[in-house]
């Protein structure tokens, strides 16, 4: 008893201090998984407007430079779009190599700008998103400076601010995949995680007296620790390319197709009221009222509609319902039919035998008085001859006179003459034998 009551509070205390320190990895875990997440997005947001605003503040030059307007415009979506790939590859920590993610027409930049890039990597081990962030720094300068960019200094160091966030945000993020959980309390829960292993049969031996029942007790309790740990180990780095990892190749199209709206011939397009718009406050003011007024209207038989379709939808349920107990019907009643035809078909056969065979007889009717004896008349043995006669030498020289095999014949029923059994004209004369 005192065994089994110390082993209790280990067992006890053992959990006790896994599942606080489970809950505190598994919450923060969880936490840098959303972090991720967020910033991810904010980097993106970020980086999309400084080109947005960049392409905007080039609309004024683009009449009297369009060429270096839509060159200016080109190289930067172009080095946004490596740069937010390059951002991505660098939280990447899969082991795959680099340029698995696209980008928007990477061979379009020159051949120097290319070279420096895998340079950085290759040989001098720079951050490729910090040099393209410069690059893109000295792109703008140098259009604000030819006049591509006409804008003033103060409204264009908005852009340098935005694309700063974005690189700190990006920082944020490379945070998440350099800073590791802590390694004692990784070992800590390890070793809790162990002990829990041994102890856990034992408890369970003690409490539950089934052995089936005490093998699934101890596999639940085991599996499920070992199970949160492992999920918490998995959302600690949520970049990668791992299933339970962040999409990095969605995040990098999504950002490919809002710059390539900036590249649109429609980019530039300056929107305006049409004809029809209104322009007066209180009618305007009333209409507004009058649209939610039709936005309830349009619920309300969207809702209407929505049962109707219900309705119809059970109608049709239940007439296919019928239709299908009709084909089952439909197949029975042929397959009796199919029998009945079998049936009949034997039947016509059978009256075809029995035509012909009545043919038969009515075709030998003439023959059936001479078929008759033949038929009822029993074969009698013929009567011996009288002794001493020719046809008497002549048996006596075979053997002895053979008997009839069936006596019956021969012999009278009670109150009935012998001759009665025998047939008229032939054998009327016929004598028994001795």
């Not at 110390?6 to 505190?24: F, K, N, Y």
């Not at 990006?170 to 390890?190: E, G, M, S």
């Not at 043919?359 to 011996?384: C, D, H, I, W, Y």
Request: aromatic share 8%; charged share 20%; glycine share 4%.
């Amino acid at each position: 008893g005192f065994c089994t009551s110390s082993e209790s509070q280990i067992w006890t205390a053992v959990s006790a201090v896994l599942m606080l320190l489970l809950g505190a990895r598994t919450w923060q875990a969880l936490s840098l998984f959303w972090d991720g997440a967020g910033l991810l997005h904010m980097m993106r947001g970020e980086w999309y407007d400084s080109v947005s605003c960049l392409v905007a503040f080039s609309r004024s030059a683009k009449a009297t430079r369009p060429a270096e307007v839509l060159e200016f415009r080109h190289t930067l979506v172009r080095l946004m779009s490596l740069c937010h790939g390059a951002a991505l590859d660098e939280l990447n920590d899969s082991g795959e190599e680099n340029g698995t993610l696209d980008t928007i027409d990477l061979l379009g930049l020159d051949s120097h700008t290319l070279l420096f890039l895998r340079q950085c990597k290759d040989k001098y081990r720079f951050n490729r998103v910090e040099c393209l962030i410069h690059f893109m720094q000295t792109l703008i300068t140098e259009a604000h400076d030819v006049g591509t960019l006409k804008i003033p200094p103060p409204i264009l160091s908005r852009v340098d601010q935005t694309l700063s966030r974005g690189l700190v945000n990006v920082l944020n993020a490379k945070k998440i995949c350099d800073t590791r959980f802590p390694f004692p309390y990784a070992q800590i829960i390890a070793i809790f995680l162990f002990l829990q292993l041994v102890l856990t049969p034992l408890m369970v031996s003690v409490i539950v007296s089934t052995k089936v029942w005490a093998a699934i007790l101890t596999w639940v309790v085991v599996f499920s620790t070992f199970a949160v740990n492992f999920v918490a180990v998995e959302l600690e780095n949520p970049f990668g390319s791992a299933d339970n990892d962040l999409p990095l190749r969605h995040f990098q199209q999504c950002m490919n197709d809002a710059l390539m709206i900036l590249l649109h011939d429609d980019a530039d397009h300056l929107p305006c009221l049409s004809r029809r718009a209104i322009t007066g406050f209180e009618e305007l003011f009333q209409t507004r009222y009058d649209m939610e007024n039709d936005v309830c209207q349009q619920h309300k038989m969207s809702s209407a509609l929505n049962d109707l379709s219900s309705v119809m939808i059970m109608d049709i349920q239940r007439l296919s319902m019928s239709m299908e107990r009709l084909d089952t019907a439909l197949q029975k009643w042929t397959q009796q039919m199919e029998s009945q035809e079998f049936v009949l078909g034997q039947t016509a056969g059978v009256m075809q035998q029995f035509t012909q065979t009545m043919n038969r007889v009515t075709q030998t009717g003439s023959k059936e008085e001479s078929f008759a004896p033949m038929v009822l008349r029993p074969s009698l043995p013929a009567a011996p001859p009288k002794p001493g006669s020719a046809a008497s030498n002549r048996q006596s020289d075979k053997g002895p006179w053979p008997l009839c095999s069936n006596p019956a014949l021969f012999l009278p029923t009670r109150g009935d003459s012998p001759k009665a059994h025998l047939p008229a004209g032939d054998y009327a004369d016929l004598s028994m034998p001795s």
